[in-house]
């Protein structure tokens, strides 16, 4: 039942902050990062602050999430998510296929992403990586490495529903 998922996924989310950052290369890197290809959960968090977010410079590519609209529009709403972790605020969650994958998801948000809505956050002027922090929780496998909870991915969509009406609506969410 997605319901009886929820504790077991908030569990690993609460006990998961990672750190972003980018190597010599210019390519994302996330510290224990989840494998490829495998689905799930994932959050994303900032210490920028509100004021920052409110004023930032969106990225003008296509498929981008407009966060300095999100920021103005959420901004001192009551069902807004407000999970804070070590001065990192709960911004955004989602969800990712096996196709798709939670580690490929999270470097669309970070480096941008036409297909599908993304905070394209290498093209806004949040670009410091330092600021951001990642969690997640895997549903299914990837060779040898299991998965966080395990969970047929029909369940995802119900899971991520129930966790928002749980916690509150994470700030940058646009559905």
């Given at each position: 039942m997605p319901r009886d998922l929820l504790p077991l996924v908030e569990k690993?989310?609460?006990?998961?902050?990672?750190?972003?950052?980018?190597?010599?290369?210019?390519?994302?890197?996330?510290?224990?990062?989840?494998?490829?290809?495998?689905?799930?959960?994932?959050?994303?968090y900032t210490n920028y602050s509100l004021e920052e977010l409110k004023d930032c410079t969106a990225s003008p590519l296509e498929g981008a999430i407009d966060i300095r609209l999100m920021a103005q529009l959420h901004s001192g709403l009551g069902n807004v998510c407000d999970i804070q972790d070590q001065g990192y605020r709960l911004v955004y969650n989602g969800i990712a296929n096996t196709s798709t994958g939670i580690r490929e998801r999270l470097g669309q948000h970070f480096n941008g992403w036409k297909e599908t809505g993304s905070l394209h956050i290498k093209h806004t002027s949040l670009g410091d990586l330092s600021r951001w922090r990642v969690s997640y929780v895997s549903t299914?496998?990837?060779?040898?490495?299991?998965?966080?909870?395990?969970?047929?991915y029909a369940h995802a969509k119900h899971v991520e529903r129930i966790w928002r009406l749980e916690h509150g609506w994470p700030m940058f969410c646009t559905k």
């Open positions: 690993v989310r609460s006990s998961r902050l990672l750190s972003v950052s980018r190597n010599k290369l210019d390519h994302l890197q996330i510290d224990d990062a989840p494998p490829t290809k495998v689905s799930g959960f994932y959050w994303i299914s496998c990837n060779g040898a490495t299991p998965a966080d909870v395990e969970s047929d």
